[in-house]
Nanobody
Framework: VQLQASGGGLVQAGGSLTLSCAAS????????MAWFRRFPGKEREFVAG???????GYDDSVKGRFTISRDLDKNTVDLQMTSLKRDDTAVYYC???????????????????WGQGTLVTVSS
C-alpha cells in the first residue's frame, strides 16, 4: 500500500485549503482512512477519519471547519479545511487502517500505512 499526500501550502488565517491523499494497493477499499497532524516537537494527533461506508469522525478542534470525504472509485480521501487558524499550522499526514470492522480509531498506532506528510502553514 502506498499513500501520496498533496495540497499543503501557505494560506492566510481565515482562508481555505484542501489536502488530498491517493491510496494504491490491495484492500484499500476495505480500509478506514484518516488525517493526522504533527505540531513542532509534538506527537502526531488525529484530525479526521472516514470509514468505508462513509462514517466520519473529527477532533473537536476542527469540527465545523474541516470536512473529510472519500472517493472509493478513485481511492482518494480529501480534507477540506476552512476558517484556518495559525494553530492549524502543522505537517499533515494521511493514514490507512486496514481494519475493516469497528469505528474510526483516533490513535496513530492503529494505522498501518502513512503518507509522507504535507506542510500547512497558516499566516496571520
Amino acid at each position: 500500500v502506498q499513500l501520496q499526500a498533496s495540497g499543503g501550502g501557505l494560506v492566510q488565517a481565515g482562508g481555505s485549503l484542501t489536502l488530498s491523499c491517493a491510496a494504491s494497493g490491495r484492500a484499500v477499499g476495505l480500509s478506514k482512512m484518516a488525517w493526522f497532524r504533527r505540531f513542532p516537537g509534538k506527537e502526531r494527533e488525529f484530525v479526521a477519519g472516514v470509514g468505508r461506508t462513509g462514517d466520519v469522525g473529527y477532533d473537536d478542534s476542527v469540527k465545523g471547519r474541516f470536512t473529510i470525504s472519500r472517493d472509493l472509485d478513485k481511492n482518494t480521501v480529501d480534507l477540506q479545511m476552512t476558517s484556518l487558524k495559525r494553530d492549524d499550522t502543522a505537517v499533515y499526514y494521511c493514514a490507512l487502517d486496514l481494519t475493516a470492522y469497528g469505528g474510526i480509531r483516533t490513535y496513530g498506532g492503529a494505522y498501518n500505512y502513512w503518507g509522507q506528510g504535507t506542510l500547512v502553514t497558516v499566516s496571520s
